[in-house]
């Protein structure tokens, strides 16, 4: 008669196991850890070789690997060609909202960053290599806030409207006549500019806008420079207007500008 062979239900089994698995947790914890170094004892060098397998895994034999050496580099890479790109895109941004007010195709406009501010004085990033020379305009947010003083080969000072240094031929614009006055703007070393000596005849009033007057090789049209803050009878000579001029823009919170470089005529 054949021997019957043992096959245990699943239920003897899963109490078996329950059993055992009690057992192997109520050993005392030096007979576990002999356990489980004997595991490793015996299967350790077969382990080790998986896990030697996995490791030394041919990587490099893989069209996509890069070492990680090229990866720091090119990633440092990339980095530095995004900010790049992010700077292009701004200046590119600057440069359309002023051409959208500067009505002559033959006026350049050189971008420049401000990179030192002094008492009415910008120190620019662009020189002499960019085409820049002593007495062009120089804009700020679309309005005249100077005039280049100094230039080196890659940078360049610009004397503010602020500066009594500074003086521009001006046109007060008086809409309600339909007429402009011609005049000198001087800055006062301050926050401010004055006009010089505009006879009080002239019919000038609070808020009226200062332009740039068009200058032969330098502004081919008139540019805004601010407003009259201030209209009163002149101290010293009461024939003449004693006039302050707001800038357009507060100077303090420019960081870039743009520099008026006219194109010669081919």
């Known amino acids: 008669m054949a021997r019957r ?3 245990p239900s699943k239920l003897t089994l899963f109490i078996g196991l329950v059993l055992l698995g009690c057992i192997f947790l109520l050993l005392p914890q030096n007979v576990t850890s002999r356990l489980n170094f004997a595991f490793i004892d015996i299967f350790g060098f077969f382990l080790k070789m998986g896990s030697s397998v996995t490791q030394n895994r041919p990587a490099a034999l893989s069209p996509d ?5 090229e990866y720091n580099r090119l990633q440092t890479a990339y980095a530095n060609l995004e900010a790049e790109l992010a700077e292009q895109k701004k200046q ?3 440069l359309s909202k002023v051409r959208l007010t500067e009505p002559d195709p033959s006026t350049g406009l050189v971008l420049a960053k401000v990179v030192n501010k002094k008492e009415n004085e ?3 990033n662009r020189g002499a290599g960019d085409g820049l020379k002593t007495g062009q305009y ?3 947010d679309n309005a005249v806030i100077g005039l280049v003083e100094q230039v080196s080969n890659d940078i360049s000072s610009v004397r503010l409207v602020t500066s009594s240094a500074c003086k521009i031929p001006i046109k007060i614009s008086a809409p309600e006549i339909n007429k402009y006055f011609n005049g ?3 800055g006062n070393d301050k926050k401010g500019a004055r006009v010089l000596n505009i006879p009080q005849k002239y019919e000038i009033k609070t808020g009226f ?3 740039a007057a068009e200058k032969a090789g330098f502004l081919r049209s008139m540019r805004i420079i601010g407003r009259i803050a201030k209209c009163t009878a002149g101290e010293k000579n009461p024939t003449v207007w004693d006039i302050t001029v707001e800038p357009a823009y507060n100077l303090n919170n420019i960081t870039d500008v743009a520099v008026i ?3 010669q005529p081919e």
């Open 122 to 124: 910008f120190i620019i």
């Open 5 to 7: 062979q043992f096959k």
């Open 209 to 211: 806008n200062v332009y």
């Open 65 to 69: 690997y890069v070492p990680r050496e």
């Open 261 to 263: 470089v006219l194109k």
């Open 184 to 186: 000198t703007i001087q």
């Open 92 to 94: 590119v941004d600057v």
């Open 138 to 140: 120089v804009l700020g």
